[in-house]
């Protein structure tokens, strides 16, 4: 149980283009999503928080009209990256959270995004 | 939550135990010790977690120290798909939808023929 799926995997586009990620809690729901964003050789530095039906909680630095999140069901949560540009360039993780499951969240396997 | 300290990297031999260690000396009474692993270009993967007492299950053991200022993750019998990043997080308990993992630099687990 707790599996997280996050399509696609790997994106190549262009500059100025929008991408749009998904991740999915596939065997129960989440009420509370995040969404990281990590660097070569580093590590994993959360963006934001997505909870269903409002929202999301964005950190410090990270630009809310850039990267648009949408939550809108327990299963589901959405990360669009607006006017993409190389520096936007990263490996992106989603997560779930469950009660039932050992408390704790469950990650995606990740989107690698290139931006030429 | 608590912060934790991990040695950057470890070596272990194929069909070892691997021991990772992680100093967690300011942890609170209410705070609980979870491992994840981030195998290279994936997720991280839940590993285990305990509050006191010792922890296992199919994947790996936590030993705690009685004054919970000290933990060891234990991979019995490593192989080579253990090789990975593994992180020592400390959460405080109940702390569950609203707030993210924080993930340190973690321990460099490398498992050689």
């Known amino acids: 149980g707790a599996v997280v799926s996050q399509h696609p995997s790997r994106v190549i586009c262009k500059s100025g283009t929008s991408v749009k990620i998904e991740c999915r809690s596939l065997d129960f729901q989440a009420t509370t999503m995040f969404w990281y964003r990590q660097f070569p050789k580093q590590s994993l530095m959360l963006m934001a928080t997505?909870?269903?039906?409002?929202?999301?909680?964005?950190e410090q630095g990270v630009e809310k009209d850039k990267f648009l999140i949408n939550h809108a069901s327990l299963t589901l949560s959405t990360l669009t990256v607006t006017s993409a540009h190389p520096e936007d360039s990263s490996f992106y993780i989603c997560?779930?959270?469950?009660?039932?499951?050992?408390?704790?969240?469950?990650f995606g396997p990740g989107t690698r995004l290139t931006v030429l | 939550d608590a912060k934790t300290t991990q040695p950057p990297s470890m070596d272990c031999a194929e069909g070892r135990a691997a021991n990772l260690p992680c100093n967690h000396s300011?942890?609170?009474?209410?705070?609980?010790v979870y491992w994840y692993r981030q195998i290279h270009s994936q997720g991280p993967q839940y590993i285990i977690h305990g509050l006191k007492n010792n922890e296992t299950n199919e994947m790996a053991s936590l030993i705690i120290t009685e004054d919970r200022k000290s933990s060891t993750l234990i991979l019995p019998h490593a192989t080579l798909r253990d090789t990975a990043v593994y992180y020592c997080i400390v959460r405080v308990a109940g702390r569950g939808s609203g707030y993210a993992l924080n993930f340190g630099k973690g321990t460099s687990l490398l498992v050689t023929p």
């Open positions: 997560s779930a959270y469950t009660l039932t499951v050992a408390n704790t969240q469950y």
């Open positions: 300011t942890i609170s009474g209410n705070e609980y």
């Open positions: 997505s909870n269903e039906g409002s929202k999301a909680t964005y």
